[in-house]
């Protein structure tokens, strides 16, 4: 499974997480971190995942901006790539990807 | 804070667009530029241009917090001679008050509408005036010259002065005259 | 020119248009609505002559100008709003979201009855049902209360402790449209008096990165609550204090109560807004026959001045509150409800009698509220501790 960034959350909000902070530690009015969505792995819930050809992708980004979880990652050669740990198996990317370079795979039996 | 403190309570019945409000409004300026104290309202209704309205200036030297309605002014303004017939403008009027009118005729034909009422009945040509020194007839200004000459609620000048503040250059000017006008001129 | 007092002829919403102009938001999101128009229209006169700053939205209804302003406020920007009855209604939703993400919002409030039927007259209700809100909540009396207000409201929002939204009122056309005597500040007192930087803890900024109005769920909502209901606490405190800054600053006392001849008064009437004033007016006219009347008038609702309130009624047998808001099958008026509760079990409390009036924006009279305080007596008399009256209708 391709997992091509590390993505963590911030140590403060693992910490939040991990404690169960209350009202007087919780930043005023809820505002979290960025990345703290990195805590949330979404990919556990697809029962399919997007598998990219990349030698029919045209580097033309359309996933990349319109996958809602932004699990498609652009590799060094600007191709795409699907960040399996997030990917919701939603199918946006497959839809609209002009090159048909997109298969949404079934992983669960 | 003071207690109980002398208000004095005028109405001003005239008709929409003949500008009740501004004249009630600026009379409560002039008194407010003498350090008096004031509560100055129009009545608000669904109303358009011609219908009958109304607007209050309550007034007194000493400071107060009461807010309600005028149910017995002291001094009635009426701006329209037509209104006369159509509507109760003496309604309220405290007994030895004074009623000032836009009226072109003599002031005994006046009478009739206010029997039984004990008041000072004055009346200027307002109309008149208005048309021969500003232009239109819109007399409001000029009835408060009137009004300020038989009541002395508040000082003339204090009435040019928010007068000359309130419509600049030529309209002010035109007013000025016709304000003096009616104050020379109620009877 | 600090210090010099300038007085003027001004309506309700003339003063706080201007007030407004001296604080100079930074944003103004507003829709119209009788009797709040004179506000934005005077102030939109001042934006498009330049003299203020602000950024102007005319937007499509209440719901999208609060909607902008809590926007415009998590960017840090100082933001002014003002509505009435339904349009406060229609933004009522994002009242929570205003205070919720903690946005330091200031909204004039033109007091107005609710529909149906459509009436266009002054009546609070408006602004009590916002209680719960988690909001800061101030009446005025006057046009000059209501200039005053303007300008305490932000800084009572914008306080680090407190980081609430604020909203203040006055009743339509007996206030907003009424011309008074106003004294104004100075532009340099204002600017003096305001915090300069935005306090807030955070904001957008492009240096950071932050999410603001997350999914919360079971495990996080109260806490996130619980943070409010710790600033409304603080807020009390805070309030009191800009109050004394204020009064030493204009040279009007402004506190959170009026006490009006209540030292040796034994019957009191407790009331907000122009009724109070009335209030006042009855008590002069009742002392000078020789009872002991006094009136309290309550400037912050909330949070509920309990404290304040519970010292003011001290030696009173019996109050009259007088409520100019609606509330239907209640144990009480509103205004009854909370003095109900903060003084329940104390020592040395007054009996408690409401009076439902004015609705509508039909005034209390003087002689009304004269009679209304024989029978807070005779009430009294009876051994009756608690009592809802509706007065100044025909049966």
Redesign the interface.
Known sequence: MENMIDKKPPEEFERWVKE????SK?????????H??YGYKTGAWSAFKAVIDKEKCISCMNCFYYCPDSAIIMDENMKATCDKVFCKGCGICSKNCPADAIEMRRVTR | MNTLAEITDVRINGRGGQGAVTASRLLAEAAILEGQYVHAFPNFGPERAGAPVTSFARISPEPFTEKTEVYEPLIVVVIDPSLLEDVPVAAGLKDGGTIVVNYDGMKENLVKYFEGIQANIFKVDGSKIAVEEIGRNVPNLVMLGALVKVTGIVKLESLISVTLNRFKGVLGEKNEVAIKRAYEEVV | MSGIREVKGMTGDEAIANAAKLVNPDVVAAYPITPQTIIVEHFSDFVSNGEVDTSYIPVESEHSAMSACVGASLTGARVFTASASAGLALMYEILYVASGLRCPIVLAVANRAFSAPINIHGECTDQMVCRDASWISLFGESAQEAYDETILSFKIAEHPDVMLPAMFGVEGFIVTHALERVESLSKQQVEDFLPESRAAKYRFTPDEIMSFGSLVLQDYYMEIKRQQEEAMIKAYDVTKKVMEEFTEMSGRKMEVIEEYKLEDAEYAFISYGATAGNAKAVVDRLRSKGEKAGALKIRLYRPFPSLDIHEALSGIKAVSILDRSATFGSPGTILQSDLSTALYGKENVPTLHGYINGLGGRVLTLPEIEEIYQKTKEYHDVGMTTTLDWVGYRS
């Open positions: 169960k902070w209350g009202s919780i930043p005023e009015g809820g505002v979290v971190p960025y703290s969505s």
